[in-house]
């Protein structure tokens, strides 16, 4: 909650030169989510005698100099709201000799009891009074310790099996299942609803419109083959977003946005989240998840309007204070309206007007999840993957609004920032999540260019030390954290950059791994030593040292990694068990084989380890990235 005043304020204070409190005071509702608007509301009258005398004439009407304004306190300290905003004005309704005002919540409040101070002036006359409301926040389900997902976005035969994994010939979907699985995840989240109109005849009146029904086929039968690897399957939707090359095509109503450069508005790809046909076509679909036994999880990824909305101009005017509105609003067409919010907003930039759209969209979006929850009828686990931006303010989203709506994991997405605003974007997170806890699943791409297209680190492990810093700055403060690895399509595309598949799932295993550590979840410890620098074809050692930390006994098989360049023994996996507090030391002999420039040099070392009853996500991962020399 942003508050410029820090000054306990003496309520006495509010009531100096106040005649007899003597008007009604009350909110619409005694307590609120944190995603929806607080609506005071001060009655000019009680049952019997009017309660001010200057209103005894005939019409009972207010004279032009009344003012009736509201402050919020939350113990006796003022509040600051959205757009900086410390008083609302209440207007007067003549058909039911009100006076009415919204107040909208402030991001991340306090909870608890709240008060609304109403001050009615009447020429020299001044009548005060005041409500009691209360600002509750819903606890989202606590994740499992070490909880971890790989996703996997639309991938098609692209996807190939992982190095090293013999066998039958699999179908592509088991593929998916089959990196799952050697990633040690706890879940697999696949996106099987994507809207995509295409140059082809009937691309919308096709079965395959809205969703590829190819994928929405496969969920009981890859489901069951996660199930049987001992990994959940989650399943979801792109929400408000239309791909393709035929958006003219669409049957939804697409969000309107705002080109400053020629001053007019026009449409985008997204959706508009004010389309009902588009919030029924997924609450179908989800409630197809809902019901699939193959499911565990359901997710909606697009919950936001981009930077478009603006056909809600008039709502957000009605329902916010937002301050130097046209005194012509009224007679204006929805066109002129749209204009004026746009200009205000991108062309203006008017701070207060931003915020104030900002929290706005993320309450009518957290609205929507509501409707769309219901509708469907979920019961299973819910998550949305937001944007981490300023918390996705800038795309109207906010994390704990969203919780409030139902949603049960916040799947953060720390993507497309820059290596030196990443930690300050992580202390911004740390700052919010202090005053209000989640359930986050924290997100990084397998995208080369959105890491900065970097080599030293290399890309792989640029992707890892930002989960490493996530994990070490967040978990103290939000112990309910998983990590997502997104996603399995773009390690086969080039997004990879020079980097392998293999080298992006192992760094991927790694963050798994280092949270699972952070979180005391192995029953053994591991160190070991390799050379930050080699010589092409020259023999070196990796040592590595096991400890059993348990009181019981455990097998394990240590397994190097084959990663390409890099020579070893055939023979170099280990099976061994430990007795508790034993340490077995191994020794590997390895070798690059050759250098790889576009790489510069870098050669990836790797290995894992897998313990107890061989289950999916009981496995272990360390890796190092050195640097290849020549003799």
């Given at each position: 909650m942003k508050t410029k005043f820090t000054l306990i304020i003496p309520l006495i204070l509010f009531f100096s030169s106040v005649h007899a409190v003597n008007i009604k005071v009350s909110t619409d509702k005694p307590e609120?989510?944190?995603?929806?608007?607080?609506?005071?509301?001060?009655?000019?009258?009680?049952?019997?005698?009017?309660?001010?005398?200057?209103?005894?004439?005939?019409?009972?009407?207010?004279?032009?100099?009344m003012e009736c304004t509201a402050k919020i306190f939350h113990k006796n300290t003022l509040i600051t709201t959205v757009g900086k905003t410390t008083t609302i004005n209440l207007s007067y309704n003549r058909s039911t000799k009100r006076f009415t005002g919204k107040w909208p919540i402030p991001l991340n409040p306090k909870l608890g009891e709240y008060r609304a101070m109403v001050l009615l002036k009447d020429g020299s006359k001044r009548h005060a009074g005041n409500a009691a409301f209360k600002i509750k926040g819903r606890t989202a389900p606590e994740l499992p310790k070490g909880?971890?997902?790989?996703?996997?976005?639309?991938?098609?035969?692209?996807?190939?099996?992982?190095?090293?994994?013999?066998?039958?010939?699999?179908?592509v979907w088991e593929n998916y299942v089959l990196w799952s699985k050697f990633m040690g995840a706890d879940a697999m989240w696949h996106c099987v609803g994507q809207s995509q109109i295409w140059d082809k005849p009937n691309a919308?009146?096709?079965?395959?419109?809205?969703?590829?029904?190819k994928s929405v086929r496969q969920m009981r039968e890859v489901g069951e083959e996660l199930h049987r690897h001992n990994?959940?399957?989650?399943?979801?939707?792109?929400?408000?977003?239309?791909?393709?090359?035929?958006?003219?095509l669409s049957p939804y109503a697409h969000t309107t946005g705002y080109d400053k450069e020629n001053d007019t508005l026009r449409k985008l790809i997204y959706v508009s989240i004010k389309d009902k046909k588009r919030h029924d076509d997924i609450a179908d679909l989800l409630k197809k998840?809902?019901?699939?036994?193959?499911?565990?999880y359901v997710g909606l990824d697009y919950v936001r309007t981009d930077f478009g909305g603006y056909e809600y101009a008039s709502e957000f005017v009605s329902d916010m204070p937002v301050r130097g509105v046209p005194a012509d609003w009224y007679s204006l067409d929805e066109d002129s309206r749209m204009l004026w919010l746009g200009r205000k907003i991108e062309k203006e930039k008017n701070r207060s007007v931003i915020e104030m759209?900002?929290?706005?969209?993320?309450?009518?979006?957290?609205?929507?999840?509501?409707?769309?929850?219901?509708?469907?009828?979920?019961t299973k686990p819910m998550w949305a993957f937001t944007l981490t931006w300023e918390m996705g303010k800038q795309h109207g989203q906010d994390p704990l609004m969203f919780i409030d709506a139902g949603i049960d994991m916040n799947a953060a997405m720390y993507y497309s920032v820059p290596k030196d605003t990443y930690p300050m974007m992580i202390n911004d997170w740390e700052a919010y999540l202090k005053r209000g806890k989640t359930s986050l699943v924290a997100g990084q791409c397998v995208d080369w260019n959105l890491l900065g297209r970097t080599y030293d680190p290399a890309g792989p492990d640029e992707h890892f030390i930002r989960q490493q810093h996530l994990v070490d700055k967040l978990l103290p403060v939000n112990p309910s954290l998983g990590l997502f690895w997104h996603d399995l399509t773009r390690a086969f595309l080039n997004t990879s950059g020079p980097y392998s598949s293999l080298e992006w799932g192992i760094t991927g295993a790694a963050t798994f791994t280092y949270l699972r550590k952070k979180q005391g979840c192995f029953p053994f410890t591991v160190t070991w030593d390799a050379p930050d620098e080699i010589k092409l074809n020259v023999p070196f050692t990796v040592e590595i040292n096991v400890k059993n930390t348990s009181k019981t006994g455990s097998n394990f098989i240590m397994k190097p990694m084959k990663i390409a360049n890099l020579s070893m023994s055939e023979s170099a996996d280990q099976t061994f068990y430990l007795a508790p507090g034993e340490i077995r030391t191994f020794n590997l002999n390895m070798q690059a084989a050759r250098m790889d420039a576009r790489k510069e040099n870098?050669?990836?070392?790797?290995?894992?380890?897998?313990?107890?009853?061989?289950?999916?996500?009981?496995r272990y991962f360390e890796y190092k990235y050195v640097k290849v020399e020549k003799q």
């Open positions: 609120y989510w944190r995603y929806e608007i607080v609506t005071i509301m001060c009655d000019l009258e009680m049952p019997g005698t009017p309660v001010i005398p200057s209103f005894r004439k005939k019409e009972q009407q207010p004279s032009r100099n909880f971890s997902v790989m996703n996997i976005e639309p991938g098609d035969s692209i996807i190939r099996r992982v190095p090293g994994v013999g066998g039958r010939a699999v179908k919308v009146n096709s079965e395959e419109f809205p969703w590829d029904q990994i959940k399957y989650g399943t979801w939707i792109t929400s408000f977003v239309l791909l393709g090359n035929r958006q003219d998840m809902n019901n699939n036994p193959g499911v565990d759209w900002q929290w706005w969209r993320a309450h009518k979006m957290s609205q929507i999840i509501i409707y769309i929850r219901e509708k469907a009828g979920i870098m050669q990836m070392i790797a290995f894992m380890i897998q313990y107890g009853e061989r289950k999916t996500q009981n």
